[in-house]
């Protein structure tokens, strides 16, 4: 089917507008970029096209009416769910981040002291640190 110069025929049984039939074909052309697998074989190449195609052959469920606020019910807590446990992992992961940053500050640290020390025996004139000679000054 050549939808550029076929004009589009709803079944008005499936799908009872052209809104809805674009909102159908965006949501699923979204599907189809995240990587679902196409419903209809076609030579289409773009998503909006296949999903286009995919909403007019009726291989896709509508949802109208009370039918459609349950589902989309059913899918906030779902996604609740999802964000939930997400943060949940995240607080654990948090705790033993702080104790591995603790970790690695203080061998940081450690580490940088050295390099200074090691720094100011090289420049210092006979064997004498810069902190051990601005001691003796004073």
């Known amino acids: ?15 009872d507008s052209r809104y ?3 909102i159908l074909a ?5 599907m189809l970029s995240e990587g679902h697998k196409p419903l209809v074989s076609t030579k289409a190449v773009k998503v909006s096209t296949i999903a286009l195609d995919e909403a007019l ?3 896709l469920e509508v949802l109208t009416g009370e039918e459609a606020r349950i589902a989309r019910q059913e899918a906030k807590k779902v996604e609740a769910k999802r964000i939930a446990a997400e943060a ?5 992961m ?7 940053e603790k970790d690695l500050k203080f061998y940081l640290n450690e580490k940088e002291e050295k390099e200074k020390k090691a720094i100011e025996d090289l420049f210092s004139p006979g064997g004498e640190t810069v902190s051990d000679a601005k001691k003796n000054k004073k």
Do not use: C, F, H, Y
Request: zero cysteines; proline letters at 5%; hydrophobic letters at 40%.
């Open 94 to 100: 948090g705790a033993e981040l702080s104790a591995l």
């Open 88 to 92: 949940e992992r995240r607080e654990e």
């Open 26 to 30: 965006t949501q699923r052309a979204k």
């Open 1 to 15: 089917m050549d939808i550029v110069t076929l004009p589009v025929e709803i079944d008005p049984a499936k799908i």
């Open 57 to 59: 052959e009726g291989k």
């Open 20 to 22: 809805r039939l674009v």
